[in-house]
């Protein structure tokens, strides 16, 4: 009989594991179907990572309830998983124990113990999706919420098979093994009075059962679209260990093999980029946390992500008649309404990449198509002719500087720092001041500097973003030649746009220089006391705005919270969201020269946020941010109220 019971268990196990394999086999065949990309480098990084974002879970706790429903669930079936494999094989093999746990009740206890913390767990996940009805989590129709609910169903079913299994066996072994196991002890207690051939009898069917489910969890892998409790931790290992604010995928531009430089079809994405289609758990974090999506535009990142899925090949690895994807399978108005700002990413406990995924689609646009809003145009061609997107012309660059006495590289080339100034601080009267009261700053502080005038060109940072490789890559090339030409090592900016682009993207050309924002560079004066501050001013009540190309893409947030403690008499009020989870201001991403016609203006939303601080300044670092707060001070008829300063504006009104 004993024989009978090892020969159905290996055939079943023979299936599953062939069904497992072939799930994996399927997957590989569409994953090897689109470009290829090094995502192997740094193993040690890698593995070090990968445990510290899977075992720790630390992504998902951000959200405490969430995060721990989903910490009872993962850890709860790893030690689970244990207890079980130890359960199937004594079944097999009467007396026989898994080595150094198998004797010991703590192990039982611990299985028992997260045995019921996994079924719970899950049990709290139906919960929320189909009596909460969490909005994020998106219940679909019938044929795709019966798998969730299988899966569910499952594995809760299979925990209380263990239990009365094991119940059963803990009175026939009659070891003291399951004395500490507060389930199956007291089911063995329960069971004792029963008879022996019944108890042996319920013991047999649901070890079966068990072993049913455990199987049948490997033939689910293959035929499910749930799969990312295995992809998950392997989109992980082979996460982008880029700097964030370098992480968007360059173009061989002089490669006459490309049939296209950016996505049409699915396989012209690269093959990682379609594993994060398997890692997604659709969990909407990304979602709840894209100022895209929560103003009413169509852009949401797990949709994006699902769209994607949607048109992958077939599971055999076939590319028949592949949809486009621009404009086709994925609107060019969800293309159009990403901010770049990070924040799905920043939110994603998979770390998908929706961001590139967005730009190579605006490549496709832009570079293979010609298909974009005329804003676009605009802005590209006044890049062209003048290196700057309001179209003024590039010798007037420098004119700012004429009167405060700044001079250029070419009047004096010996200088410490080149202060970048980038295109608002150069051209737009509002960002003038900004510029203006950087430099009182720096000659405060004796800090030998120039700029490039007429020769710095706009660093490419919306032209990149909006699909246009072709222009960054020129902008890139020009502004290097002119940085190495004067030998410049240091930069100052005071735009996160350029800080970004400056410090991240442009060392991958051949740049090799430090970059520092002026939030940071100011902080250090101030600690060095090479600044001195004025203690006499009035009390003001100020709230600060994140933004995300210095936030987000680079982690610098206590710096300029540093700068305005350091201010006598400021009081600061945090908004809700601040830091990581701060709000975008709507004009990164290049939309600063888009039309946003859909929904609610982004910038008002977040000037909404920091009016509930009531405040009588918002504190911004950015000239992009100024801009749209400015603007949505306006749309809120606060002007005369409340006023929009960058930190340096703040710093240079205490300067002695």
């Known amino acids: 009989m004993l024989t009978v019971k090892i020969v159905v268990f290996v055939l079943m196990t023979v299936f599953a594991m062939y069904s497992f394999v072939m799930g994996l086999k399927e ?97 709290v996940s139906a919960y929320r999706r189909y009596v909460a009805k969490v909005p994020r989590l998106g219940v679909g129709d019938w044929s795709e919420e019966r798998v969730i609910v299988a899966l569910i169903a499952g594995i809760v079913l299979m925990v209380l098979s263990y239990f009365i299994s094991s119940g059963a066996n803990a009175v026939a072994v009659g070891e003291g093994r399951y004395a500490l196991a507060p389930v199956s002890g007291t089911l063995a207690v329960l069971l004792e009075t029963m ?31 749930l799969v990312h409790p295995l992809a998950a931790p392997i989109n992980i290992y082979l996460r982008n260990l880029q700097p964030r604010g370098g992480s968007i995928r360059d173009l061989d531009l002089e490669n006459e093999e490309e049939d296209n430089f950016g996505v049409s079809k699915v396989t012209d994405y690269t093959w990682k980029q379609l594993l994060d289609c398997f890692a997604c758990a659709e969990c909407g974090r990304c979602q709840d946390n894209c100022p895209a999506y929560l103003s009413g535009k169509p852009l949401s990142p797990k949709q994006l992500i699902a769209a994607i899925k949607e048109n992958l090949p077939s599971p055999g690895g076939e590319q028949v008649d592949l949809p486009e994807l621009a404009g086709n399978a994925i609107s060019e108005d969800i293309i159009w309404s990403c901010t770049t700002c990070y924040a799905c990413q920043e939110h994603c406990p998979q770390l998908n990449e929706h961001i590139n995924k967005i730009i190579d689609l605006r490549r496709n646009l832009v570079l293979d198509q010609s298909e974009f809003p005329a804003e676009a145009q605009l802005a590209f061609t006044n890049l062209e002719r ?164 210095l936030g987000r893409y680079n982690n610098e947030y206590e710096a300029p919270r540093q700068i305005i403690k350091g201010l006598s008499g400021v009081s600061m009020v945090e908004m809700d969201r601040n830091k990581e989870r701060a709000f975008c201001c709507g004009a990164g991403g290049g939309r600063m020269w888009l039309e946003e016609s859909i929904g609610t203006r982004i910038n008002v939303m977040r000037t909404e946020q920091a009016l509930a601080t009531q405040p009588e300044v918002i504190a911004v670092n950015c000239p992009f941010c100024l801009t749209m707060i400015e603007d949505g001070l306006k749309e809120c008829e606060q002007t005369e109220n409340i006023k929009a300063k960058d930190i340096a504006e703040l710093v240079a009104g205490y300067l002695k």
Not at 71 to 90: A, D, H, R
Not at 207 to 218: F, I, Q, S, Y
Not at 420 to 426: E, P, T
């Open 195 to 225: 008879n022996q051939s019944l108890r042996q009898g319920l013991y047999e069917i649901f070890w079966w059962v068990n072993v049913a489910l455990a199987l049948g969890l490997m033939v689910f892998f293959r035929y499910s679209h």
């Open 386 to 549: 003048n290196f700057n997107p309001w179209g003024i012309s590039w010798s007037n660059r420098g004119d700012w500087a004429l009167e405060l006495g700044v001079q250029t590289l070419e009047e004096n080339k010996d200088v410490e720092y080149l202060l970048y100034v980038g295109c608002a601080g150069s051209f737009d009267d509002r960002i003038k001041n900004v510029t203006a009261a950087l430099v009182k700053i720096l000659k405060a502080a004796g800090v030998s500097f120039a700029i490039l005038g007429s020769e710095e060109k706009c660093c490419g940072d919306s032209a990149r973003r909006l699909g246009n490789e072709y222009l960054f890559q020129s902008l890139v090339e020009e502004n290097i030649e002119s940085i190495n030409e004067y030998g410049v090592k240091k930069i100052i900016t005071a735009c996160p746009h350029c800080f970004n682009t400056l410090k991240n993207e442009y060392p991958r050309f051949g740049a090799n220089f430090e970059v520092i924002h002026h939030t940071q560079f100011i902080n250090n004066l101030l600690n060095e006391q090479k600044v001195i501050l004025s203690g006499a001013n009035e009390p003001i009540k100020l709230t600060y705005h994140d933004s995300c190309y």
């Open 27 to 123: 997957r590989y065949n569409i994953l090897a179907l689109a470009k290829p990309e090094n995502r192997f480098d740094q193993p040690g990084n890698r593995v070090s990572g990968t445990l510290a974002i899977v075992l720790g879970q630390r992504r998902l706790l951000r959200e405490p309830g969430a995060g721990l429903m989903h910490i009872m669930i993962f850890w709860g079936l790893v030690i689970f998983s244990l207890g079980i494999i130890q359960f199937i094989l004594e079944g097999l093999f009467p007396g026989t124990t898994l080595p150094f746990l198998g004797q010991s009740p703590y192990f039982y206890m611990f299985v028992d113990v997260f045995g019921v913390l996994a079924a719970v767990g899950m049990l």
